[in-house]
């Protein structure tokens, strides 16, 4: 049985903190299940975790800000991963906008009780949310596996949420990408990322390397992303270059029926 290690929230910009929640997936090593927080003078929640972590997310979330002072949800798109927490957090935090898009209320209409539309504003790509003392800029991520998702930049800060881009496991609670082991990363970055985004193999590659120009031209100094660690430095760069790499290249097949096999035999004789 694992025994998973405890998180607790990361400053990782100004008044920008990683909310970081961690599964199991393999001997040693972990799955991150983040989501962010930004405070300041309109604080906006940044997805809302996984289900299974739903008492952690709100214990580590609101010691960093009051609900009521909370002014906007950004809810990336509609996956359970990301979803965990959302009806908790509209009613802890009533004088929230959610931040969302016609296509997720669509989708999540069939799986949630209903969202309240007086409390929405739809926002695609290329919009800009005014929080006061920060523009946020919305952006199509460069990998993604639901046609919903939006990523967000803080124009204040330099920190960038890019949902689904970047997965890799973790050893832990390790939540930078300079404390893991390089070799992990070089191993499960391209695949992780190929697994999620299946077409990457389908894509003109000029086309697509013009999108993930496009992305890291937004300068991003900081990086979080739901399932992988942040990044800082020139490792940014490298990630990049890792996504840009898969377009017109075949898929990365993960773990198969062998791998299957050997965890019911591990659990069988434990």
Not at 60 to 75: G, K
Not at 193 to 206: A, F, I, K, R
Request: proline residues 8%; negative net charge.
């Amino acid at each position: 049985m694992h025994n998973t290690p405890t998180t607790e929230a990361q400053l990782i910009a100004e008044d920008t903190w990683l909310i970081p929640n961690i599964a199991p997936s393999g001997p040693d090593t972990y799955i991150p299940a983040n989501s962010m927080l930004i405070r300041g003078e309109q604080p906006i929640i940044v997805d809302t975790g996984a289900p299974v972590h739903r008492d952690h997310w709100r214990e580590m979330v609101f010691s960093l800000v009051d609900p009521l002072d909370v002014r906007w949800i950004f809810l990336s798109h509609d996956d359970g991963d990301h979803t965990g927490s959302l009806h908790d957090a509209l009613d802890l935090c009533p004088n929230a906008v959610l931040i969302a898009n016609f296509f997720i209320v669509e989708r999540l209409a069939l799986e949630v009780p209903a969202l309240p539309l007086e409390r929405m504003r739809w926002m695609e790509p290329g919009d800009t949310v005014d929080a006061g003392d920060r523009t946020l800029q919305l952006f199509r991520p460069p990998i993604f596996d639901g046609p919903t998702t939006r990523g967000l930049f803080d124009t204040a800060t330099g920190a960038m949420w890019i949902v689904d881009t970047f997965a890799a496991l973790t050893t832990g609670a390790v939540h930078h990408v300079a404390d893991l082991p390089e070799e992990l990363v070089a191993e499960t970055m391209p695949l992780f990322n190929s697994m999620v985004s299946p077409w990457h193999e389908w894509v003109d590659p000029l086309v697509y390397r013009a999108h993930v120009d496009r992305i890291e031209g937004l300068g991003a100094t900081t990086i979080a992303s739901a399932h992988g660690p942040v990044l800082t430095g020139e490792h940014i760069h490298h990630a990049f270059d890792t996504v840009r790499a898969l377009a017109g290249t075949p898929n990365l097949v993960g773990p198969g029926q062998e791998t299957l096999d050997d965890i019911l035999a591990a659990a069988l004789t434990a």
